[in-house]
Nanobody, 116 residues
């Protein structure tokens, strides 16, 4: 059983920064891809960024140049550094982890609110 524990959400002013973290605990085979998705009110869940085994990253066009995803293999943790935040970044952010076993897990979500 794998659990994902997210942290780092909150309220921030436009132009500010936040750092999200997601720790994967439990047993499974090695982690393949770790990523962050978000869902704003009334919208579908969308990929924000992900990082594969070996370090290949993928970003949504809307966050390129502002967000940076990274992972600590030993700690089984993925981070999302969010800079120059905009009101349109307001959403619930979900951590997603895909294992080489084929299993796919989701966190419960952490709310990010960008508002003055």
């Amino acid at each position: 059983q794998v659990q994902l524990v997210e942290s780092g959400g909150g309220l921030v002013q436009p132009g500010g920064s936040l750092r999200l973290s997601c720790l994967a605990s439990g047993s499974d085979l090695s982690i393949n891809v770790m990523g962050w998705y978000r869902q704003a009110p009334g919208k579908e869940r969308e990929l924000v960024a992900d990082i594969a085994w070996g370090g290949l990253t993928n970003y949504a066009d809307s966050v390129k140049g502002r967000f940076t995803i990274s992972r600590d293999y030993a700690k089984k943790t993925v981070y999302l550094q969010m800079n120059s935040l905009k009101p349109e970044d307001t959403a619930v952010y979900y951590c997603n982890v895909r294992y080489f076993s084929g299993n796919d897990y989701w966190g419960k979500g952490t709310l990010v609110t960008v508002s003055s």
